[in-house]
């Protein structure tokens, strides 16, 4: 069984030709993931705490400008530059999923790993955020809610991930592809965002990662993300 489970890497497709920039992902990262709201204020100042974000592109000359979005997120690094850089080891690579994880109740707030990281994906929790009535209702219990002066990013929805497993093995099987989903992937209405197991060849994410149309943003950079984006007419060159 541990042999199994070493051999899982837990990966995602974006297909930037149907992603409609809606935000539904953005939404629904927050709701999942108990991500305070902070307001125009704090994001004015570069405090927003967002997990995944929206990147819009514009191409073409006017009149005939039309835009283009990349949904931007941590993109759990093979070789993290945010990792080696912590001096308690908060953020570290999970044997388990191959994703990198940050243990909250170590880190002390450097933010090296923020500085570290080439995607700027990583969020510092500048306050003790609250959530006014009735917001307070939405809370996730099954995902902590982070203190003052830790760092935060996306997880792959690991609590889930966790989930369908401890389900698989209860009922004495295998986890099937497509059972685990994460939250920005199960509100995504032009179903854009494909989660699974990257070393299944017969998974769905594992084929589309092998698209033509396949690229890595900052590949060159040799961090080994796990996200492979899907290019549309006009990204990135194409």
Same mark, same amino acid.
Not at 37 to 62: K, N, P, Q, T
Not at 124 to 145: G, R
Not at 189 to 202: E, M, S, Y
């Given at each position: 069984? /541990?042999?199994?489970?070493?051999?899982?890497?837990?990966?995602?497709?974006?297909?930037?030709?149907?992603?409609? @920039?809606?935000?539904?992902?953005?939404?629904?990262?927050?709701?999942?993931? #108990?991500?305070?709201?902070? @307001?125009?204020?704090?994001?004015?100042? @570069? =405090?927003?705490?967002?997990?995944? =974000?929206?990147?819009?592109?514009?191409?073409?000359?006017?009149?005939?400008?039309?835009?283009?979005? %990349?949904?931007?997120?941590?993109?759990?690094?093979?070789? /993290?530059?945010?990792?080696?850089?912590?001096?308690?080891?908060?953020?570290?690579?999970?044997?388990?999923?191959?994703?990198?994880?940050?243990? *909250? #109740? =170590?880190?002390?707030? %450097?933010? *090296?790993?923020?500085? #570290?990281?080439? *995607?700027?994906?990583?969020?510092?929790?500048?306050?003790?955020?609250?959530?006014?009535?009735?917001?307070?209702? *939405?809370?996730?219990?099954?995902?902590?809610?982070?203190?003052?002066?830790?760092?935060?990013?996306?997880?792959?929805?690991?609590?889930?991930?966790?989930?369908?497993?401890?389900?698989?093995?209860?009922?004495? =099987?295998?986890?099937?592809? &497509?059972?685990?989903?994460?939250?920005? /992937?199960? /509100?995504?209405?032009?179903?854009?965002?494909?989660?699974?197991?990257?070393?299944?060849?017969?998974?769905?994410?594992?084929?589309?990662?092998?698209?033509?149309?396949?690229?890595?943003?900052?590949?060159?950079? &040799?961090?080994?993300?796990?996200?492979?984006?899907?290019?549309?007419?006009?990204?990135? &060159?194409?």
């Amino acid at each position: 069984m /541990a042999e199994e489970v070493q051999e899982k890497k837990w990966g995602m497709v974006i297909d930037l030709d149907i992603c409609s @920039g809606c935000n539904a992902c953005v939404t629904a990262c927050s709701m999942e993931n #108990n991500i305070p709201w902070v @307001g125009e204020d704090e994001v004015a100042y @570069g =405090r927003g705490m967002h997990w995944i =974000r929206m990147e819009r592109f514009w191409h073409g000359e006017y009149p005939a400008v039309t835009p283009e979005y %990349t949904p931007m997120l941590c993109q759990q690094c093979g070789s /993290a530059p945010c990792e080696p850089v912590c001096p308690v080891y908060a953020s570290v690579h999970s044997e388990d999923e191959q994703i990198n994880v940050q243990v *909250y #109740n =170590r880190c002390i707030g %450097t933010r *090296y790993c923020a500085n #570290n990281c080439p *995607y700027f994906v990583r969020q510092f929790n500048w306050f003790d955020y609250e959530w006014p009535e009735p917001l307070n209702y *939405y809370l996730n219990p099954d995902v902590t809610v982070r203190r003052r002066g830790v760092m935060e990013k996306c997880t792959f929805c690991i609590q889930r991930i966790r989930r369908g497993e401890d389900q698989a093995s209860a009922e004495g =099987r295998e986890l099937q592809d &497509g059972e685990v989903v994460p939250a920005c /992937a199960q /509100a995504c209405p032009t179903d854009a965002i494909v989660f699974g197991n990257l070393r299944d060849p017969n998974s769905r994410v594992s084929q589309l990662a092998h698209s033509q149309r396949g690229m890595r943003v900052l590949e060159e950079l &040799g961090t080994e993300p796990s996200i492979v984006y899907l290019k549309g007419v006009g990204n990135y &060159g194409s």
